[in-house]
């Protein structure tokens, strides 16, 4: 049976967030932090950055991120904050 993983972040790279390239920076930035800090936790499938090609969300004019299960939804993401909501949902999970 396939578990369901314990966070997961969406980042947007549709045409509005992905405008010169931010939301693909984001999601790279994004993925290499949880690569380095929970390598392991990526690896077991209980931590997730995926992309997506829109959230609707598109009028914030800066890359959008969704977490899930939570369904926060941030712009423009800072990179520590999505860290330390990795450490809280380890801590809660
Ligand atoms: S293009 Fe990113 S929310 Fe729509």
Redesign the pocket.
Known sequence: MNELPLIRFIV?V?????RDGR?SALHERLSEALDIDFGKGIAAGRIACTRR??????S?GV??LRVEPSGDVYADADIERMLDLVEEALMAG
């Open positions: 947007c549709g045409d509005v967030c992905d939301g090609s829109c959230l609707r969300h598109c914030q890359p959008m």
